[in-house]
């Protein structure tokens, strides 16, 4: 059975810093990729950032330069450093998780299994 477990959501300060960190377990990691997606009231979940297990990372444009996805040598744990958050940074947060080469990365519907996320509040 595959799990996929997300921790870390705060609610935090303009320019602060945060670190999620989402834990899977279950599947063979060498071919997945992990990806992190936001969802804010009202819009389509997003993708934020992805790694898979041949080290390719990912980002999406507005997170880029502030954000950094990584993974552990067994490939079972993502952690997603979040830096100078902002307002627009506020969201559920959902770790994703794909069991084989993910085409489009960035984009939810390449992803099979999700965990219950976690809520980012920034406040101005």
């Known amino acids: 059975r595959v799990e996929v477990v997300e921790s870390g959501g705060d609610s935090v300060q303009t320019g602060d810093s945060l670190t999620l960190v989402c834990t899977a377990s279950?599947?063979?990691?060498?071919?997945?990729?992990m990806g992190w997606f936001r969802q804010a009231p009202g819009k389509k979940r997003e993708g934020v950032a992805i790694?898979?297990?041949?080290?390719?990372?990912m980002y999406a444009d507005s997170v880029k330069d502030r954000f950094t996805i990584s993974q552990d040598n067994a490939e079972t744990t993502v952690w997603l450093q979040m830096g100078t958050l902002k307002p627009e940074d506020t969201a559920m947060y959902y770790c994703?998780?794909?069991?084989?080469?993910?085409?489009?990365?960035?984009?939810?519907?390449?992803?099979?299994?999700w965990g219950q996320g976690i809520q980012v509040t920034v406040s101005s």
């Open positions: 279950g599947l063979r990691f060498d071919a997945a990729t």
């Open positions: 994703g998780l794909s069991r084989g080469y993910a085409r489009r990365p960035l984009s939810a519907t390449e992803y099979d299994y």
């Open positions: 790694i898979d297990g041949s080290g390719r990372r």
